[in-house]
């Protein structure tokens, strides 16, 4: 009889663990525990056995949940997964909330660089900002906040070239800025005139004539500070051309049929100062290469007009006469008075000099150079040095670095080294010419 109720008590114990309350769980488990099988009276336990268990059992009843959950697992996995679940979204919601916050700073911050920008455009900062800067405390960028320092810094890496396009991105930068003294002036000229004014060593500045184009004065500052080269190529292709396409400072003189009456002119302008040159010769198949070497008036182009023949000095030849309105088509305020252009005779060191008007001595018979103390011939394979002094006038003649004397007198206004070639040439004869830039010898 004992054994046939214990199914029906395990029986309503499983009925009841699936419901929602726990009372009839508790019940249940009580009532199970009552009525479980005894053992034989010989093998009862004792009193004190038999409280210590119902203890046991009781603490049993109150771990019933646990065991209902272990014996509910599928549920169990969907609820943790469920609950995994919720606390992923909630960490991409705070996410997505942090992120939202970052755009809107971002955009705080795009504001005020738009402002920036204007105030360095325009010149003017806006009056009233739409945004302020949370991790600065000043106002917005303008130009009058950036000192001048900085500026000349800035614009010393820009040089000459970069001023003039500075200029043009602003009103400020260009012709619209007012000064101090409350004219209207351009800042970027400002600012080349302090570079220079900064970096010049003084020699530079003896040598470079005060100009009102302050960038044009700073360009001409870089050009001295580059390697002397010829800039202008006149005459044949086939008789005059650089050694080397990349190095403009050396020119070969070539023999050839149509090529008697050659010129290349340097690329400086000579103005005010002392200027030292040296022409370095090497001269194959003649002890006397028949090269000459001087100063010429600044003229632009020339390189360009399919000359196959050009002497400055029209010397020894009649027909180049006809460029002489040419020449004098291009006098300019810095030319100064009629001594346009003299060079040194290297045949016989005699000196040659003209003036590119109706009072020049081309007319003249035999007329073959000017005499002077201490004039040498040049040998091919000598070097060369010129000094022309504009403040006393003179241009004097170095040959291997000793001072011959002084060869002309008379200089004023604008000048540049050329060397040229005029007249025949033995068939296998070729010259070589290099240039090159010197500080001018101590003044005695």
Not at 93 to 118: C, D, P, S, T, W
Not at 336 to 365: F, M, P
Request: aromatic content about 8%; proline content about 5%; charged content about 25%.
């Amino acid at each position: 009889t004992h054994r046939q109720t214990q199914p029906s008590s395990s029986s309503l114990v499983e009925s009841h663990v699936w419901t929602s309350s726990p009372v009839p769980v508790l019940v249940a488990l009580f009532f199970r525990s009552s009525i479980v099988a005894r053992p034989p009276k010989a093998q009862r336990p004792t009193d004190q056995v038999r409280d210590r268990r119902l203890r046991y059992r009781g603490s049993d009843l109150f771990a019933a949940p646990a065991a209902v959950r272990d014996m509910d697992t599928p549920s169990a996995a969907i609820s943790q997964r469920l609950g995994a679940l919720e606390d992923a979204l909630g960490a991409l919601r705070e996410e997505v909330r942090e992120l939202r916050q970052q755009n809107k700073a971002q955009g705080q911050e795009n504001a005020i660089l738009r402002e920036e920008i204007a105030a360095l455009k325009y010149g003017e900062a806006s009056s009233a900002p739409t945004h302020s800067r949370k991790r600065h405390k000043a106002e917005p960028l303008a130009l009058t906040t950036v000192g001048i320092d900085a500026m000349v810094h800035i614009a010393s890496f820009l040089g000459a070239v970069g001023l003039p396009g500075l200029a043009q991105t602003c009103k400020r930068f260009g012709n619209g800025h007012v000064g101090a003294d409350g004219q209207i002036s351009s800042l970027a000229r400002g600012l080349a005139r302090q570079v220079f004014d900064g970096s010049a060593t003084d020699y530079e500045k003896s040598v470079l004539a005060p100009q009102d184009n302050a960038i044009k004065l700073l360009h001409e500052l870089e050009l001295m500070r580059l390697p002397l080269c010829f800039k202008q190529l006149i005459g044949s292709a086939n008789a005059i051309r650089y050694c080397q396409p990349e190095d403009k400072s050396v020119i070969s003189l070539l023999p050839c049929r149509e090529g008697h009456e050659l010129t290349a002119i340097s690329d400086q302008v000579m103005r005010a100062g002392r200027h030292y040159v040296t022409f370095r010769l090497s001269a194959i198949g003649t002890d006397f290469p028949n090269v000459d070497f001087g100063v010429i008036r600044p003229i632009k182009d020339w390189d360009k007009k399919g000359l196959r023949a050009f002497d400055p000095l029209f010397f020894g030849t009649y027909k180049q006469l006809k460029y002489r309105t040419l020449l004098m088509a291009e006098k300019a305020d810095d030319w100064g008075d009629d001594l346009h252009c003299c060079t040194l005779l290297s045949e016989d060191g005699r000196c040659a000099s003209v003036n590119w008007n109706d009072e020049d001595r081309i007319g003249e018979d035999n007329w073959q150079g000017d005499d002077w103390e201490g004039m040498e011939p040049i040998p091919s394979s000598a070097t060369v040095g010129l000094l022309l002094d504009l403040n006393r006038g003179t241009l004097s003649v170095f040959k291997d670095g000793l001072k011959l004397g002084v060869m002309k007198e008379g200089f004023t206004g604008a000048y540049c080294w050329f060397v040229g070639r005029y007249g025949l040439i033995s068939a296998v004869s070729g010259t070589s010419i290099k240039i090159k830039r010197g500080m001018p010898p101590a003044e005695e």
